[in-house]
C-alpha cells in the first residue's frame, strides 16, 4: 500500500505542478507499470474473499483512489498512454463487479463515485485546482473508451446491477455517518448512481444517434427500460408508495445535491428531446397528462423543472447564483429548457407545459405533496 500511496502522490504532483510536466518522468513510470498494473487491479478486485480485512480494504481504496488518478491525467493531460486508457475500458468495468462482493460499505461508495466523476469528464475535481472543462473538446479515443464504460454499465443494470448497489443511512461525509444527521437513506450514492446511469444512457444516446445515419432523432427504444431499473432502486431506498408521480425522484434523490441535480435534469432533457414516443400518450386519453410515457418514465423535463423551482421555494436569487454560478451546469440547462421550445415538436411541448402547470395547480400536484412531501 506504501507504493500506491506514493504513486498517487508523484501523480497528482504531476497533476497540479505544470512544471514537472515538461519533463519525461511522467511517461517512465507510466511505462514501468504498464505490464503488471492491469493483472494487479484484477488480483486486487477478484481476491475479496470474506472477512476483508482492515488493509485489504484500505488497499483496494487506495487503489480506487490511483485509478481516479490516472483518468483525471488521460482527461486532463489528454495522456494516450496505454495505462490510463486500460483504466477506462478495462479497469473500471471490473470494478463494478465489486457491488456483488462482500467489501466494505465505504469501498462501494467509493466505486460509485469514482464511476459519476469519470462518466461527468470531472475526475480529479477534489485535488485539482481547477479542472478544465473538456467536455466539449473533441477527443475521439476518450469518447471511445467512456463509450466502452458505459455499455458495461448499461449491460449490468439490465443484469440486476442496481439491486447491488446499497444505501446505509444518511452520511455525507465519506465513508462514515454524521452523527446526530436524520435516519434515511445515504443520498449521496443513490444519486451517483443515479447519475452515472444516466450519463451512461446519456454517451450510448449520442454515440447511436451520431452513427445513425446522418439522422439527429435516433430513437433511444430502450430508454424506459433503463428507467424503470433506475425507479425500482429508487424505490427501494426512498420508501416510495403507491400512488407516485415519478419525476419526483430527481428533487427527491438531490435535495442536497443542486449540482448533481442539474446535471441530471439536463441529461433528461437531451433524451427527452431526441425521442419523440416520450412526448405522446400511449393510452390514446390525451386528457390523461399523467399517463404520457415520459412521466411514466420519471423524465418529463417540464415536470423536473417546474419540481426544480419548487426545491428552492421558487427563489428568484437562488437562481439568479445558480446562473452566475461556474460550479453548476444552470445556465446551459436553463437556456436549452427554454430554447427546446424552437424544437419541431414546440407547439406541443408549449400545450404540455401550459397544461401541467393547470393540472399542478388546480388539484393533483397539491395532493400529490401533501401525501408525499419531499
Ligand atoms: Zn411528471
Request: one cysteine or more; aromatic letters at 8%.
Amino acid at each position: 500500500m506504501p507504493c500506491l500511496m506514493s504513486l498517487i502522490s508523484v501523480y497528482k504532483g504531476i497533476l497540479v505542478d505544470e512544471r514537472i510536466r515538461k519533463g519525461d518522468h511522467l511517461l517512465q513510470i507510466m511505462l514501468a507499470l504498464e505490464d503488471v498494473f492491469e493483472g494487479f487491479c484484477s488480483t486486487c478486485m477478484t481476491e475479496c474473499q470474506p472477512p476483508l480485512g482492515a488493509e485489504s480494504s484500505s488497499r483496494l481504496s487506495c487503489l480506487l483512489d490511483l485509478l481516479e488518478v490516472l483518468v483525471a491525467l488521460r482527461i486532463e493531460l489528454k495522456l494516450n498512454v496505454s495505462l490510463c486508457k486500460r483504466v477506462l475500458s478495462v479497469i473500471l468495468p471490473q470494478a463494478l463487479n465489486l457491488m456483488s462482493v462482500p467489501v466494505p460499505y465505504f469501498v462501494k461508495k467509493q466505486v460509485i463515485l469514482v464511476l459519476k466523476r469519470c462518466l461527468l469528464y470531472k475526475a480529479g475535481e477534489d485535488f485539482l485546482p481547477s479542472p478544465h472543462n473538456l467536455f466539449n473538446q473533441q477527443d475521439a479515443a476518450l469518447d471511445e473508451e467512456l463509450a466502452v464504460l458505459a455499455t458495461t454499465l448499461l449491460n449490468a443494470v439490465q443484469q440486476g446491477w442496481l439491486l447491488q448497489v446499497p444505501s446505509c443511512g444518511r452520511s455525507s461525509s465519506f465513508g462514515g455517518a454524521n452523527e446526530g444527521s436524520e435516519p434515511g437513506p445515504d443520498l449521496v450514492i443513490l444519486g451517483a448512481a443515479s447519475l452515472s446511469v444516466l450519463k451512461a444512457l446519456e454517451i450510448q444516446f449520442r454515440n447511436k444517434a451520431c452513427g445513425g445515419i446522418g439522422q439527429g432523432d435516433a430513437e433511444f427504444s430502450e430508454m424506459p427500460v433503463y428507467m424503470a431499473h433506475l425507479l425500482n432502486f429508487l424505490k427501494r431506498h426512498l420508501g416510495w408508495k403507491e400512488p407516485v408521480h415519478f419525476c419526483e425522484w430527481v428533487s427527491l434523490t438531490f435535495i442536497e445535491q443542486d449540482d448533481d441535480m442539474l446535471e441530471v435534469a439536463k441529461s433528461l432533457l437531451q433524451m427527452y428531446l431526441h425521442n419523440p414516443r416520450l412526448h405522446s400518450s400511449t393510452s390514446g386519453d390525451e386528457n390523461d397528462i399523467w399517463k404520457l410515457p415520459s412521466h411514466q418514465c420519471g423524465m418529463n423535463p417540464h415536470c423536473i423543472f417546474l419540481l426544480l423551482l419548487k426545491n428552492v421555494l421558487f427563489d428568484a436569487s437562488v437562481l439568479l447564483d445558480f446562473l452566475i454560478s461556474s460550479e453548476t451546469c444552470f445556465l446551459e440547462y436553463f437556456v436549452r429548457q427554454w430554447t427546446c421550445h424552437g424544437h419541431k415538436n414546440a407547439v406541443h411541448m408549449w400545450i404540455h407545459q401550459w397544461c401541467l402547470v393547470q393540472k399542478m395547480i388546480s388539484n393533483h400536484y397539491f395532493h400529490t405533496v401533501k401525501a408525499h412531501p419531499l
